[in-house]
């Protein structure tokens, strides 16, 4: 008994039992020993020694007697470097079609696997990704991977391949990732050439040459793609193009009668806080003004095909309580001029970033006490006004300076409710006006005077008035067609949803100064595809103005006439021109374009094919999208949404 307690006292201090050997040969049997362990580890190297990752046995000895003495360390590190999967394999029996299965050469990546510009390799790679068959023949939705119609079986890193390479195909690199790859490979060419040629004077001249080169392209790239921030720190960028931008091309984009090759593409931006009551086209760039009774105006650069940033916000305006109406891009494009149920106005100049407000008009104030309706003429020197004030039932245009806002001149419509609409010649040098009574006069701003005065056929309430196409001029061209202006149709629509289109080259076929034109003429066709009050008319336009810089001109044959009502979802509808034949193929009844606010045409390139449109033949699409030439068709309308459609015939 003292023993025991002396044992339990004494604890973790006893001394240990000693192993009999029977006992260490059964430890040894089951759970083995350090000298049975590396003989399987020597036996295994040997067997093994041609696997293409295997080594030699003389090496392996050496890796092994270093683990055990601290010799031959190059050979431990060579079988620490395997990996599980390269010291087991597992049997997965006969492998059928072997002459099908696509397999890499040493398990690796090969050249085609990366994009070309990742110079990384994958941090991890699955070891059974060459193990793993794939059908591509029996499944219907991987056919379109294989390279060839025989082909069936490939590996699982084939097929990861594969997938990316379908990937790239649906889902192309953005523009903007290309340019910043771009400018990354110039700068690694530059600062290698730098390194490697530090000491030689000549080639420093060469890269500090190649380095200029470089940079005028990268301010040529930009000038389509620059921000609102980077343009406004120049204003002559706004008003110049390149000989990829708006303008640069001479061809003509021809439109044809009864079917229309329409697509659509992303909308403009998100869904506004308001109405879209105004919307204007940049004259040379690709830029969209929209605004609204929200008091704000958004400026978006138009990029459809960009899948991850279609058609970017650039900035925005904000003016308090100021419902703004009319917004429209100075046709040199570096000033916007708009307004609301105000009696001022507002410039933007893009050039600064400064805003002037112009308040009042000298001399005219009792007779234009808010400026809500205004247009600029397509020449850029004048303003018209709509007057706010009648007398004796006389409507009055107020015709200011776009550069001093002076006032210049005043037409006159005598008609009942004053003046409905007016819209100004193409050169500039007048207006046609209609009163709300269906009386036309055609002003001529040089002469200050009205050339003429009709009537518009059965006009129950005009509403809308606006001129489009050209009067081509020839070496007969007479002076009345030249007094008269060069567009060639005028509409105009009234309050039953009718809309006469009038033709005005038989008026300007007098040998005199004088117009010919008829006080009740006949419209060239008669339009009834609407049955509530015309609220917009707009014509697409002919050509695109280079602003004399140097460029040439993109045409069009024929002209587009847009008519829609914002009294009703969906009415809207498409005329040619010269042919007055309503296009039958859009819109479509299951187009969803809502109460339409705003309407407008413009210049574009190449964009990206949208999720609705006309069938309008595929091989005249494939023509015309390879030359570029797009026309933009824009819809604003009650819940604050911007629609956008590019027409190529």
């Not at 023949?137 to 390479?165: H, Q």
């Not at 303008?247 to 044809?256: E, L, Q, Y």
């Not at 004053?418 to 709300?436: H, N, P, S, V, Y």
């Not at 009386?439 to 009205?450: A, F, K, M, P, T």
Request: with cysteine.
């Amino acid at each position: 008994m003292d023993q025991v307690e002396e044992e339990k006292e004494n604890g973790p201090d006893r001394v240990a039992v000693e192993e009999d050997a029977t006992e260490a040969e059964l430890e040894k049997l089951v759970f083995g020993n350090d000298a049975g362990f590396r003989a399987g580890i020597k036996s295994h190297v040997r067997e093994t020694s041609q696997h293409p990752y295997g080594s030699d046995d003389d090496d392996d000895e050496d890796g092994l007697e270093g683990a055990d003495g601290g010799k031959g360390e190059e050979g431990g590190e060579a079988l620490g470097g395997l990996d599980d999967s390269e010291l087991f394999f597992l049997d997965a029996g006969p492998a059928g079609n072997q002459g099908a299965i696509v397999v890499h050469e040493g398990g690796g990546y090969r050249e085609g696997d990366l994009d070309e510009d990742d110079t990384e390799m994958p941090a991890w790679e699955d070891s059974d990704d060459d193990r793993m068959m794939v059908s591509l023949a029996n499944n219907a939705r991987l056919r379109k991977l294989r390279n060839f119609e025989g082909e069936d079986l490939v590996n699982g890193r084939e097929y990861t391949r594969r997938l990316r390479r379908q990937f790239v195909r649906l889902n192309p690199v953005p523009e903007w990732v290309q340019y910043a790859r771009r400018q990354e490979s110039r700068k690694k060419k530059r600062r290698k050439s730098l390194e490697s040629n530090e000491s030689g004077s000549s080639v420093d001249e060469a890269s500090s040459g190649e380095e200029m080169d470089v940079d005028d392209d990268d301010e040529e790239e930009e000038l389509s793609a620059k921000p609102l921030a980077k343009l406004l720190q120049n204003p002559d960028a706004l008003i110049r193009t390149t000989n990829r931008g708006i303008g640069s091309s001479s061809k003509r984009i021809k439109f044809r009668p009864e079917v229309i090759d329409i697509q659509r593409t992303r909308d403009v931006g998100g869904l506004q806080p308001s109405a879209i009551t105004s919307l204007s086209f940049h004259p040379t760039h690709p830029m969209l003004l929209t605004a609204g009774p929200a008091s704000t105006l958004y400026l978006h650069r138009l990029s459809p095909s960009d899948s991850t940033n279609p058609n970017p916000l650039l900035t925005s305006l904000h003016v308090r309580r100021t419902p703004i109406t009319s917004a429209f891009f100075h046709p040199h494009g570096s000033r916007i001029f708009f307004s609301g149920r105000k009696s001022h106005f507002h410039i933007w100049d893009l050039a600064d970033g400064a805003v002037e407000k112009i308040s009042r008009i000298q001399g005219h104030s009792e007779q234009q006490r808010d400026m809500e309706r205004f247009k600029l003429s397509p020449c850029g020197r004048w303003i018209g006004l709509v007057g706010s004030r009648r007398k004796a039932n006389v409507g009055l245009i107020n015709i200011l300076d776009a550069q001093t806002t002076q006032w210049i001149a005043e037409a006159r419509v005598e008609s009942r409710g004053g003046i409905a609409d007016f819209a100004w010649w193409r050169d500039g040098e007048g207006l046609t006006a209609a009163g709300k009574g269906g009386e036309v006069i055609e002003y001529s701003l040089g002469l200050r005077r009205v050339l003429a005065r009709w009537f518009d056929e059965g006009a129950v309430g005009t509403t809308v008035l606006c001129l489009g196409g050209r009067i081509k001029p020839t070496n007969t061209t007479t002076a009345a067609a030249a007094a008269l202006g060069p567009d060639r149709y005028v509409a105009v629509g009234s309050t039953t949803g009718i809309v006469n289109v009038y033709d005005r080259l038989p008026w300007t076929t007098t040998t005199t100064a004088e117009t010919s034109i008829p006080s009740r003429p006949k419209p060239l066709r008669t339009l009834e595809s609407l049955t509530t009050p015309i609220s917009h008319l707009v014509f697409s336009p002919v050509e695109v103005d280079a602003q004399g810089h140097g460029q040439s001109r993109r045409q069009s044959q024929g002209v587009i006439l847009a008519l829609s009502s914002r009294w009703k979802r969906n009415a809207l509808r498409l005329v040619h021109l010269p042919s007055g034949t309503v296009y039958r193929n859009w819109p479509t009844s299951t187009t969803n374009l809502g109460r339409i606010t705003a309407v407008g045409f413009g210049w574009g390139g190449a964009g990206g094919a949208g999720e609705e449109g006309g069938g309008g033949g595929g091989e005249k699409r494939e023509k015309s999208s390879a030359a570029g030439l797009l026309l933009y068709l824009a819809l604003g309308n009650e819940q604050g949404r911007c629609g956008l459609w590019e027409i190529r015939g």
